[in-house]
């Protein structure tokens, strides 16, 4: 079945006055516009478009590349509003209209905003939505604590920095992890460096950092400031005994571990020990 929406590739089944029509394995067939349609071609041959639904909601195919596909979130720029809603630039002839009623706050023309692309069941339309909270669910999650995601930054709080996660879940960076310049709607790559039990995800954007900060030794040292009320009397300048007899590592591990949480801001190396932040 040809999916709308998304990138579909198609074979070119007959040529007519109007364009090209294409088809699937299961007989479904869309047309492609001669606006649209490759100087050369061959029927039979496979070609690779995008499908949506045109003004009389009928299936249309392009070749035109979409800045957006169903389900995922962008950010674009609002061409024009009217009585209707909004209008998005998303990189085809026709506009995507974000309705009043999907609107977090009024819209307003030649501004950015994040959204989100739906289906409209009732009206088997593309349709998109500025309420992203509503489309993100951290209920079910589709990660797991290491796994590298994709990102979008989506709102700076007090906290660092909202992201949608792999366009379905939300996540957080805190601002002491980040040591780079942020906007709204930049694409990111990032790790998923915790789980909590509330499901709330804890992202990180550094892969050497994450995997050094979630090192078994660098736990083991997290966990004894846990312990001992956030602080442990040992330093770079401790013997190798004491730092066995507390942690069971190496001196060379554990200035290794402690260079690793200070570097991440976790820790605060005082004269007679290590404190946690």
């Avoid at 995008?50 to 590349?65: E, R």
């Amino acid at each position: 079945m040809i999916a709308i929406g998304e990138y579909n590739v198609l074979k070119i089944v007959r040529h007519t006055s109007v364009g090209l029509f294409l088809g699937d394995n299961d007989g479904d067939e869309v047309l492609l516009p001669n606006k649209y349609c490759p100087q050369d071609y061959q029927l039979g041959e496979d070609i690779r478009v995008f499908v949506y639904p045109d003004n009389q909601g009928l299936k249309i195919a392009t070749n035109l590349i979409p800045k957006i596909l169903l389900n995922e979130f962008c950010l674009l720029k609002v061409s024009a509003v009217n009585d209707i809603g909004a209008f998005m630039d998303w990189g085809l002839d026709k506009e995507l209209l974000v309705p009043f009623k999907e609107q977090r706050q009024k819209l307003q023309e030649g501004r950015w905003y994040i959204i989100y692309l739906y289906m409209d069941e009732k009206t088997g339309r593309l349709v998109a939505s500025n309420k992203l909270e509503k489309y993100l669910q951290n209920e079910e999650l589709t990660v797991e604590e290491g796994q590298e995601v994709n990102l979008m930054v989506m709102q700076k709080t007090d906290m660092g920095f909202s992201v949608i996660v792999n366009h379905k879940h939300k996540g957080l960076i805190f601002q002491n992890e980040v040591f780079r310049s942020l906007n709204i709607g930049d694409k990111l790559v990032g790790y998923v460096k915790k789980i909590r039990e509330d499901n709330k995800l804890d992202i990180s954007l550094q892969t050497t950092s994450f995997k050094e900060y979630n090192d078994k030794n660098t736990q083991l040292i997290l966990t004894a400031l846990d312990e001992n009320s956030g602080f442990i009397a040992l330093t770079d300048k401790s013997l190798p005994e004491d730092i066995y007899d507390l942690l069971g590592i190496s001196k060379k591990a554990f200035k290794k571990s402690i260079g690793t949480l200070y570097k991440l801001k976790k820790i605060i190396l005082e004269q007679e020990g290590i404190r946690k932040v």
